[in-house]
Nanobody, 119 residues
């Protein structure tokens, strides 16, 4: 079973930067869409950024121009570069791999990494 492992979270000041990494145990990027979600305390998990198997990217309005998602197929790793961080970006960030097959949607989740932005 494919596993996703996130890293790179931590504490940073308002305006700072972090780069999150998500490494897959297998090369899945050709068939999965890779997503980053965030979940703040007491709130639902929301999509932050997405990169498809053909390299197309999408972002939540709240992070456009500040965050960038990218992938390195040779390293089986997806990155989320976060710039100009704000206190409201504080959340647990989850890596997700998604594909749709004849048997329905299939999701793989990482364990999450905490990002805390101080004011």
């Amino acid at each position: 079973q494919v596993q996703l492992v996130e890293s790179g979270g931590g504490m940073v000041q308002h305006g700072g930067s972090l780069r999150l990494s998500c490494t897959a145990s297998e090369n899945i990027f050709r068939i999965y869409t890779m997503n980053w979600y965030l979940q703040a305390p007491g709130k639902q998990r929301d999509l932050v950024a997405r990169i498809t198997s053909d390299g197309s990217t999408n972002y939540a309005d709240s992070v456009k121009g500040r965050f960038a998602i990218s992938s390195d197929n040779a390293k089986n790793t997806v990155y989320l570069k976060m710039n100009s961080l704000k206190p409201e970006d504080t959340a647990v960030y989850y890596c997700n791999a998604y594909r749709y097959s004849l048997s329905g949607p299939y999701n793989i989740w990482g364990q999450g990494t905490q990002v805390t932005v101080s004011s």
